[in-house]
């Protein structure tokens, strides 16, 4: 055990749970009822969160197991806490400004701060990137999930949009 916990680091660690939890979440929507009257069961949508939830899980353990061999002893990597904490904060007013904003809106306006927030553009073609994101994720996103996927997304009562 002593051998397994020096290899992996808290990354790892974190993976390793991570995959464990989703695995097992994944494994309990066999369960679900289905509904006669959507042809998309109740099922549909948390197998595919917990699907990328376990990739990103592995990736999480590849990659900590690959950086701990090519980093020197003794190389810490900064952390920005206050970065996380304006993240929480930004994702808390967008989760408050969705039922007045609407969903579009909403997260056009999360999105493009939210890319901002973490990398600052500085350049022109940056900024322009980061609005074609937020664009693309807003107002691509919709048409998906209300067409094809039979999911409702909330739309403003102040926009009405």
Do not use: C, H
């Amino acid at each position: 055990m002593l051998r397994l916990r020096e290899r992996l680091g808290r990354d790892a660690v974190a993976g390793l749970v991570g995959l464990v939890v989703s695995v097992w979440l994944f494994a309990l929507t066999w369960g679900m009822p289905k509904s006669p009257f959507v042809p998309i069961g109740p099922d549909f949508y948390p197998r595919i969160v917990l699907a990328v939830t376990a990739l990103l899980s592995l990736w999480l353990i590849a990659t900590d197991l690959t950086t701990r061999r090519r980093r020197p002893p003794g190389d810490v990597v900064a952390r920005n806490y206050g970065l996380v904490a304006l993240t929480f904060l930004a994702f808390g007013l967008y989760v408050l400004a969705l039922p007045g904003l609407g969903f579009r809106i909403a997260t056009l306006l999360f999105v493009a701060g939210l890319q901002v927030l973490l990398d600052p553009p500085r350049t022109w073609p940056r900024r322009l990137t980061v609005a074609a994101v937020a664009l693309v994720v807003s107002f691509g996103v919709f048409p998906v999930f209300e067409r094809y996927l039979s999911v409702l997304l909330p739309r403003g009562t102040w926009t009405g949009f």
